[in-house]
């Protein structure tokens, strides 16, 4: 059986369109952390657009805030190594709808937002709790960030496949934008090297196939060449293809939209049962309606590994975690932008911490809190 995973790396349109949307959120959290924001992006050859609904404080203007965001987004496409006029930035936020807002703040507690099924996974198959084809691609992304063979503002994606019967990789793709005066035999022969050391961090095989930029060069990359758009790569923000995905995006949304703040709890949910060796792997799956507090279903899969009856673990879920937008709140404090800084989330995916700090959702729970 051989699976399949990609990544895309920080700079590809569709991720500096991530990175745009959350910043724009953490912004709005920073003037006021109780705002509900659904920013998207959309950045193409000379223009980015930035378009939403927002609700937060009424005494700060929107005026402010469209200056601290052309200012903040400068400083992003300026890291990029993009000079800030070579972009002409559209901003059109606009007040939450009435309807929305009532549904979500009333009674004193946070509803949720909008209607969803949601999913969280885990495997012990690497310590990341992550599918090892998708720790692979997304480090080698990683990995190669600094090297001056690349363009600076480089654009990449990667692709890994596994076969789980031998526990060989089979393949290796990477596909990596870089400068003029690269030549294609030396960036060739610096990735294919990058490659065999992480297959021997792994200890991996090194005898399979790696293809690096196949198609020939490629000098001309991110929005120059390719439009982006927040929430195209839901797949590389999470599981690379391991686990089921309801479809909703994550950048630009704050916590009361389950579509993010749920993938969260349970993903860490997850991680906690399989650290706790109550399942080798699990998929969850939640449902929410629009204005109803807690999710309207819940069913696991733990794909056979189970060490204890699935109805236990589903007990242990709901003895443990308040799946509520407010309960995820207060456990993974997502409205704080001092626990979360919402732009590193959109690089190189929501559930993978190669830094010194790591997501709140990443952590684990001290066992003495817990009830088995």
Not at 271 to 287: F, G, R, T, W
Not at 353 to 363: H, L, T, Y
Request: hydrophobic share 35%.
């Amino acid at each position: 059986m051989i699976i399949a995973s990609e990544q895309v790396g920080k700079g590809h349109p569709d991720k500096i369109a991530d990175q745009i949307s959350d910043t724009v959120l953490q912004i709005i959290l920073e003037l006021d952390n109780n705002s509900r924001v659904a920013c998207e992006t959309l950045i193409t050859n000379g223009e980015i657009f930035i378009r939403g609904e927002i609700n937060l404080n009424e005494k700060i203007s929107l005026s402010f805030i469209n200056k601290i965001i052309l200012e903040r987004i400068s400083e992003l496409i300026s890291s990029f190594n993009y000079q800030p006029d070579d972009f002409k930035i559209n901003i059109n936020l606009v007040k939450q709808s009435l309807e929305i807002s009532q549904a979500v703040d009333k009674e004193e507690e946070i509803f949720a937002g909008d209607q969803g099924i949601i999913f969280g996974y885990a495997t012990n198959e690497t310590k990341y709790y992550l599918p090892l084809p998708y720790v692979l691609a997304t480090k080698i992304l990683k990995n190669l960030d600094d090297s001056e063979m690349f363009a600076p503002n480089y654009d990449a994606k990667s692709q890994v496949s596994f076969n789980y019967e031998t526990n060989k990789v089979n393949n290796f793709l990477v596909s990596i934008q870089h400068k003029a005066e690269t030549k294609l035999e030396d960036l060739r022969k610096f990735v294919v090297n990058e490659v065999k050391s992480l297959a021997k961090e792994f200890s991996l095989n090194e005898d399979f196939e790696i293809l690096v930029n196949p198609s020939g060069s490629f000098i001309v990359g991110g929005p120059k060449s390719d439009v982006g758009l927040t929430g195209r790569k839901i797949i590389a923000d999470t599981y690379g293809g391991f686990a089921k995905h309801g479809g909703g995006a994550f950048s630009g949304k704050d916590f009361t939209k389950v579509d993010r703040s749920a993938a969260y709890i349970l993903r860490y949910v997850a991680k906690n049962i399989v650290h706790y060796n109550l399942a080798d792997k699990i998929e969850i799956q939640l449902s929410y309606a629009i204005g109803v507090k807690n999710p309207i279903s819940i069913n696991i899969d733990t794909f056979g590994t189970n060490k204890i009856p699935e109805e236990k673990i589903i007990e242990f879920i709901n003895n443990n975690f308040d799946l509520t937008p407010s309960g995820i709140n207060q456990e993974l404090k997502l409205n704080d932008t001092n626990e979360v800084n919402y732009p590193d989330t959109a690089k190189y995916g929501h559930f993978l911490c190669f830094e010194s700090k790591v997501f709140p959702w990443e952590k684990i729970r001290e066992k003495n809190t817990l009830k088995f």
